[in-house]
């Protein structure tokens, strides 16, 4: 099947600073969504970008489905950023379902 | 405020007694996704429905787990019997067109089975 790969695996930042968060899969998709998952447990839809860029506020994602990999950046952070992102991919061929990669846990301290 | 509601929020029981968890997905979406996360496995998906049918559930253990659509506003996922091993959060999401557009999650079920 599928890999969804992402990294880093763990991120701790001073509240202010920047990250850049990575997707990679294997295989061609024809959807990839961004959640967060926030300290109570909820998924939290970011961005669904199976392709381009977009932009929401302090954050922005940026796919190229073509070279299989997906960047969601989070400028200026703040502590309640904190929580595990994931990114979600779907292939046509294989009904659409997703898979979702490790995720990213990311802490941001005051 | 289109959301999809999963019921019960938290659920304890013991091991070998049913359990019934229940998904109302957002109205107008053909499509339904069942998630299990643990910390060990991450998310996992376990079943999913288009347009009331099952197109996949191979991610369940089908001695013990069932699911199923009786209506287009009601998914329903029984375990029977429970095992501590199940002790999980349960995610439902729906969409329209399944993988094709985006998904939208329910606040799980903690489920602890002791």
């Known amino acids: 099947g599928i890999q969804v790969e992402q990294s880093p695996p763990d991120l701790i930042l001073q509240e202010g600073a920047n990250s850049t968060l990575r997707c990679n899969f294997s295989d061609s998709v024809n959807n990839l969504q961004w959640f967060h998952q926030n300290p109570w447990g909820q998924l939290i839809n970011l961005f669904y970008i199976p392709s381009g860029t977009k932009q929401n506020g302090r954050l922005s994602a940026t796919t190229v489905a073509t070279e299989r990999y997906s960047l969601l950046y989070i400028s200026s952070s703040q502590t309640t950023d904190s929580g595990v992102y994931f990114c979600?991919?779907?292939?046509?061929?294989?009904?659409?379902?997703?898979?979702f990669g490790t995720g990213t846990s990311l802490t941001v301290i005051p | 405020d289109a959301r999809v509601t999963q019921t019960p929020r938290h659920k304890v029981t013991e091991m070998g007694q049913e359990v019934t968890m229940r998904c109302q997905p957002i109205?107008?979406?053909?499509?339904v996704f069942w998630y299990r996360q643990t910390m060990m496995q991450g998310l996992e998906l376990l079943a999913y429905?288009?347009?009331?049918?099952?197109?996949?559930d191979s991610g369940m253990p089908k001695d013990r787990f069932s699911a199923e659509m009786p209506d287009a506003t009601l998914a329903t996922l029984k375990i029977q019997p429970s095992e501590p091993r199940d002790s999980a959060v349960y995610f439902c999401?729906?969409?329209?067109?399944?993988?094709?557009?985006?998904?939208?999650f329910g606040q799980g079920t903690r489920l602890t089975v002791v």
């Open positions: 999401a729906s969409g329209q067109r399944g993988g094709d557009t985006e998904a939208f």
């Open positions: 429905f288009r347009n009331r049918a099952p197109l996949d």
């Open positions: 979600a991919v779907s292939l046509r061929d294989t009904g659409n379902q997703f898979y």
């Open positions: 109205l107008g979406h053909n499509t």
